[in-house]
């Protein structure tokens, strides 16, 4: 399975956060992430995408897990996440 990419052609920081799990990462100004499905993702692994404002939900559906790359690295949870006001 090949990874979904993400880019954020805005001015304004865009929130995604990894379904069901609810982990954000934040891709600032011209930042492109991918989501990488799992080596053991089942035949029935999609991404169901929905973007309102600024966030994107990703949900992962079917059996296997994801997780978001940058250039081919891992991203941890709340990557970049803009500190509270």
Known sequence: MHPTRFENTSEHPLALYLEPWGMDYWLLTGDIFD??????????????????????????EGA?????????VELPCGFQRPDSP
């Open 64 to 72: 296997g897990g994801a997780t978001v790359c940058r250039d081919g």
């Open 35 to 60: 989501v990488v499905p799992a080596a053991d993702a089942a035949d029935d692994f999609h991404l169901h995408v929905v973007h309102s404002g600024d966030a994107i939900q990703v949900y992962v």
